[in-house]
């Protein structure tokens, strides 16, 4: 990834904070609960690695599964919720989870 590349990923997310030393590079989404928790955490990125990566590789790694689909599993076959209507999401909500005996 070039400068300029970092430069337009930065810009498009604001939430993003970039340190940079002599070795690495320090990236920081403010959105994220472990980075909020703690000033210190944040992703660290060593100048070869930094130079190999694309910006959506940089992105992925920044908000670890931040994006994560989730699904469900309803009578023997797997769906996607971000595909259910609002009323079927909000009947996944009130489900109650029982342990099988």
Do not use: A, H
């Given at each position: ?34 980075y909020a928790k703690d ?56 489900r109650i989870r029982v342990?099988?005996?």
């Open positions: 990834m070039t400068q300029s590349e970092l430069n337009v990923l930065l810009e498009k997310n604001k939430n993003i904070d970039c340190r940079i030393d002599g070795e690495f590079t320090y990236f920081r989404n403010q959105v994220l609960p472990w000033p210190e955490n944040c992703t660290r990125v060593t100048k070869e690695v930094f130079e190999k990566l694309t910006p959506e590789e940089l992105l992925k790694e920044i908000n670890r599964g931040l994006e994560v689909e989730q699904i469900t599993r309803i009578t023997g076959y797997f769906t996607k919720v971000s595909q259910w209507n609002k009323g079927k999401r909000g009947e996944l909500k009130d342990d099988e005996l």
